[in-house]
């Protein structure tokens, strides 16, 4: 059959598709490199949850082979040194049970439980023994309270993805590969952030501010601490942004991952720190990209990897986002910088304990991520778990070309065309933008794009000003110009989008984006009517309230000169008024859906009740959808009934106008 018959005989991608997607991720080899394991994540629908369990790969045999069951959603594997256990984190075993550390014999066995918290475990490590793991979870700061009643006096109180953390810290415990009670190593009014083996097992080092706690304080310090408990030591100054760190083979270096905060948008790097202490010498300096992925809203997230080490201490290895996201190694000596992976959208990587195998997670914009293995042998995929649903659905290739925004920088963007294009034919076409706004779009699927495509639409999308991925420059490009710049290039980009594929019907256009991206899109309705529908999710509306009511908005909102803007103050109030769409709602005419999650603390449900109101004193057509019981990560990894009822109110809004 001719290539063009075999596809249309294919299924276009359907909303419903959803459920029938198989996720892979963090995937871990062992210390002889002979395996490797990983996550497997799939949608239950009829109980509108998800299913995690850990699979194995063995290289020898090239077989793969479910390794944990049972009612637990597992995930985080991670080897113990001697290569004889895997740990993992198990939520669910028990009805009702708190997140559980589990450890399990490789040759063979059942998994049992480590360590039982009554809040939830993370960064689990082993210690170079393999018989003791580290790991931190949150504990009360005082004594539990009996009433479900909250008291709130610190100013950092709420966290996505914890909630209220008010009364509590997340703090450092080690427990032995015998189970019994964790012992907490480090107790006060303060967090930890990360926490890391020394290579003698003697030491643990970690990153926490013990400092006064101020709305816009970011700096971090590196701490030491005998790994049986004591008094712990301080070596850094509290100049830098530090978000993560690792060990010398030799103990006597520690490399930390962050930034000096030269700008309000830092690409971090890696730094050098003496274990006695002293002053951090950055040996990626030249190396100015964001340590991100691309987005993507069909992604199970996993750790980042870090600063990994080289075995003799010579290198240290780092995944950088970009076009693709690839692994780079730096020479610690010469601070030269060499790619290590290329052609591939790398997700997350782990190696042996010689380097001589690595396994990554890869994506595309037209695959889910699977696990790859380089070794000797070369790069191969290892798992094809959606290989079945590849060969029955019919997926659109994005177009990548580069448009030149006014400054004449080259900037990157897709187009991709509906599902039954027929040259000479006008289609709708749905600008898309991404969060952040220090997101960034890249080669990784979306699903909402493949939806919107098989619906008959044009999408298209690119990177503007404030995006991540490129320079420092180039992301704090927005800082007290939101809405300016960045509206600018969108706007330009559409035009140069609309010159170049004729076949896009200029009459029918429609803009959509989550977070950021739906801050853009209120831009753009109260600032221009060229687009014929909009549906902006999980929007900021009013930076003047919102300043309140985030949990990081309190030193999210910059004026020109680089100061906070505070809404108290003449100037501060003016600047975040300015750059609030709800300002100019009283120029909006375009149809507009506002699509929130009620549980949302990144961006209050508040910001999006405010947006729609507006609208409809306004007397534009306007509706609000409001998900209960789900955050701001509603579609990446909400409910998987709300996630696929969040795309048909998509769809159904843009079909209403547009078609």
């Not at 993370?122 to 949150?138: C, Y």
């Not at 966290?159 to 080690?174: C, M, P, S, W, Y």
Request: proline residues 5%; glycine residues 10%.
């Amino acid at each position: 059959m001719p290539p063009l018959l075999a596809n249309m005989t294919l299924k276009k991608v359907s909303i419903e598709d959803l459920r029938r997607f198989r996720f892979v991720s963090d995937p871990q080899v062992s210390p002889d490199g002979s395996k490797v394991a990983y996550v497997h994540t799939s949608i239950n629908y009829e109980k509108d949850g998800y299913e995690r369990h850990i699979w194995m790969f063995d290289r020898a045999t090239g077989k793969t082979e479910q390794f944990t069951y049972g009612r637990g959603r597992d995930s985080h594997p991670r080897w113990s040194p001697d290569g004889e256990w895997l740990m993992f984190i198990s939520r669910g075993r028990q009805p009702g049970g708190n997140a559980q550390l589990m450890v399990m014999p490789v040759a063979g066995g059942e998994a049992r439980p480590l360590a039982e918290t009554e809040k939830k475990i993370t960064a689990p490590m082993w210690a170079p023994d393999s018989r003791r793991v580290l790991f931190l979870s949150r504990v009360w700061t005082d004594e539990k309270p009996e009433s479900d009643v909250k008291i709130i006096r610190r100013l950092k109180y709420k966290a996505k993805g914890d909630g209220i953390v008010e009364n509590t810290r997340r703090h450092l415990f080690t427990v032995g590969l015998d189970g019994g009670e964790p012992r907490q190593l480090t107790d006060g009014d303060y967090d930890v952030d990360a926490a890391k083996w020394s290579p003698d097992g003697e030491s643990i080092a970690f990153i926490s501010w013990m400092g006064e706690e101020t709305s816009y304080n970011r700096f971090r310090d590196v701490y030491v601490i005998p790994s049986t408990g004591g008094e712990a030591e301080r070596l850094t100054l509290g100049r830098h942004v530090i978000t993560d760190l690792s060990w010398s083979p030799d103990g006597r270096t520690l490399a930390l991952v962050g930034h000096a905060l030269r700008f309000r948008a830092n690409n971090v790097d890696i730094w050098l720190l003496p274990a006695e202490g002293g002053e951090p010498r950055n040996i990626t300096a030249a190396h100015d990209r964001t340590h991100r992925n691309v987005g993507s809203d069909v992604r199970v997230e996993a750790p980042w990897p870090g600063a990994v080490w080289s075995p003799d201490g010579g290198g240290i290895l780092f995944m950088t986002g970009g076009l693709p996201t690839n692994v780079y190694r730096v020479d610690v000596g010469t601070m030269e910088i060499e790619r290590v992976t290329s052609g591939r959208n790398v997700e997350g990587f782990s190696l042996s304990s010689d380097h001589s195998v690595m396994a990554y997670t890869a994506m595309s914009a037209t695959s889910l991520a699977d696990v790859w293995v380089r070794d000797e042998e070369g790069e191969r995929r290892i798992t094809h778990v959606n290989a079945g649903l590849w060969e029955e659905l019919r997926l659109s290739e994005p177009e990548q070309y580069k448009w030149v925004n006014e400054l004449g920088d080259e900037i990157d963007s897709w187009v991709i065309k509906p599902q039954d294009y027929t040259p000479g034919k006008k289609y709708p076409a749905i600008l898309q933008i991404h969060g952040g706004p220090r997101g960034m779009y890249g080669d990784a699927m979306y699903h909402e794009f493949q939806i919107l495509a098989s619906e008959g639409y044009a999408v298209f999308y690119t990177n503007p000003r404030g995006s991540g991925g490129y320079t420092e420059e180039y992301s704090a490009a927005l800082f007290g110009f939101s809405g300016e710049v960045d509206y600018r290039d969108l706007m330009d980009f559409t035009d140069q989008t609309l010159k170049r594929y004729t076949y896009i019907d200029p009459e029918r256009l429609g803009v959509t984006g989550g977070s950021y991206g739906g801050f853009m899109t209120n831009w753009i309705v109260t600032h221009t009517d060229r687009f014929q529908a909009a549906v902006t999710c999980r929007s900021v509306s009013n930076n003047h309230s919102m300043r309140g009511e985030s949990d990081n908005q309190y030193r999210s909102t910059f004026m020109e000169d680089g100061d906070a803007a505070l809404p108290w103050t003449r100037e501060g109030e003016e600047a975040l008024l300015k750059s609030s769409p709800i300002r100019y709602v009283d120029n909006a005419k375009t149809p507009t859906l506002v699509i929130h999650s009620e549980k949302d603390m990144r961006v209050p449900i508040g910001q999006a009740e405010q947006f729609f109101i507006a609208l409809k004193e306004n007397g534009v057509e306007a509706e609000f959808v409001r998900f209960p019981n789900e955050t701001h990560e509603l579609s990446r990894s909400g409910g998987p009934r709300h996630r696929e009822e969040r795309l048909s109110h998509i769809v159904r809004w843009f079909n209403k106008y547009l078609k």
